[in-house]
């Protein structure tokens, strides 16, 4: 019996230890110099952290580890004292000396300004009360800095009392100007670098997602109206009123697509500056920039339809040519930005984005067909213009020389 009760003791062990393992095997809790009660694997940029938290005198042994994208370039982590987002963190950036090219970790506290990149990132001493830091490449002083190298950040921080759930920020860029790391990329994965965990039970704090729904709103709606309806209103009016057999319905079907398309892509446009202001800590610079571009365009394209002069008016070709620039520029910014969308969305390489491109392929495929359809119907058109000229030409010639014989 007792035998069977120390089997069980050590399969029980062995179990726990196994679970430990394995729970920890993607996260990193001990160093060449140090080891951690804690570690946790990161949300994005397959980072992680570890760190000892001492509750008798409020202390927190903490090391983060990050990888570099960029020879030139940085990685950043911090803690920000009141919520979980990028302004407001105070941060220890490490980063190649620009003079020297060795390993250097500064102090930079992310205010506003950073955000809205008013001013270049400037080392300033943090109001947190660090007590020490420090920074290393993994493999040691030999290291060197490449892409994808491996950087550990040391911090010892004195926390106040009671004070155990933090909020962790974290980002790397691609080179840095003088002392001043440059802004990082903005993809949605680089910008959902934010945790709060909670030091003392190791748990951390699960993420929102009440924004999800507004998201997928935003991106489909805008993908249906933006990215296709008004690329299809578009190519019904260059090609379809060339058909005879279609007569007006080609004007009708353009004006109703293109309304359509509009209207569905304000409405995406109107969530999306909503999610705007429901992220402060979230810019996207070229994205926002694109879509307003295409909002603004597309209205003036719908309210220029009140102003539209009749075929006989003579201001009638400077509509016209007004009317093609304003529509065309429209469905470029509008599909640029779509791919821009799925990019900031960290759908690069999703379904829904090669779902969207054979779309758009398939569109500009008919484009191409009825392109082709259209020289060849001007050229038919053309040769029997010029035999009709000719044939009346030689009959009057012929009429001539009859006429003239007639006489003689």
């Known amino acids: 019996m007792n035998m069977k009760k120390m089997m069980m003791g050590l399969l029980l ?58 020879p030139s370039g940085w990685v950043g982590w911090g803690i920000n004292p009141t919520s979980p987002e990028m ?35 400037l080392s300033r001493p943090l109001d947190l009360h660090l007590l020490s830091s420090s920074a290393a490449l ?14 550990q950040i040391y911090a010892t921080i004195k926390l106040s009392p009671n004070r155990t759930k933090l909020h962790f920020t974290w980002n790397r860029g691609l080179y840095v100007q003088g002392y001043s790391p440059t802004i990082h990329p903005t993809t949605l994965n680089d910008l959902a670098s934010t945790a709060t965990i909670d030091i003392l039970s190791g748990a951390a704090a699960k993420s929102s997602s009440h924004l999800k729904p507004l998201k997928l709103s935003h991106g489909l709606l805008n993908a249906i109206s933006w990215g296709f309806l008004l690329p299809v209103g578009a190519v019904s009016a260059r090609y379809l009123r060339h058909f005879e057999s279609v007569g007006p319905a080609w004007f009708y079907l353009h004006a109703g697509v293109q309304i359509t398309g509009v209207f569905l892509g304000t409405v995406g446009f109107s969530i999306g500056v909503r999610l705007g202001e429901m992220s402060p800590g979230r810019v996207y610079g070229l994205h926002r920039k694109l879509g307003f571009a295409a909002f603004v365009l597309g209205w003036l394209q719908t309210v220029a339809l009140v102003f539209r002069p009749k075929t006989t008016h003579k201001f009638r070709k400077y509509w016209k040519s007004y009317h093609h620039f304003v529509g065309y520029a429209c469905v470029v910014l509008g599909v640029v930005n779509c791919f821009q969308g799925f990019q900031v969305m960290g759908e690069s390489g ?59």
């Not at 951690?36 to 509750?55: N, V």
């Not at 038919?380 to 014989?405: C, H, P, Q, Y």
């Open 87 to 121: 302004t407001g963190t105070r941060a220890l950036v490490a980063f190649p000396d620009p003079n020297s090219g060795q390993l250097v970790l500064l102090p930079y506290i992310l205010d506003p300004t950073v955000k809205f990149q008013k001013s270049p990132l």
């Open 13 to 70: 062990l062995l179990l726990h230890n196994l679970a430990k393992s394995a729970s920890s095997s993607h996260c990193i809790s001990s160093t060449s110099s140090k080891s951690f009660e804690r570690c946790m694997t990161l949300p994005t940029q397959q980072a992680s952290i570890a760190w000892t938290y001492r509750p008798h005198n409020a202390t927190l042994e903490v090391a983060f580890f990050g990888s570099f994208i960029s």
């Open 138 to 151: 993994y493999g040691g002083r030999m290291a060197t800095i490449h892409s994808g190298a491996t950087i």
């Open 350 to 408: 999703s379904y829904a984005l090669l779902g969207y491109s054979l779309c758009l392929a398939t569109l500009i495929g008919v484009c191409v067909a009825l392109e082709v359809n259209s020289w060849v119907v001007f050229c038919r058109k053309a040769k029997e213009e010029k035999i009709k000229r000719e044939g009346l030409f030689g009959n009057v010639v012929s009429d001539k020389t009859t006429a003239s014989s007639t006489r003689g």
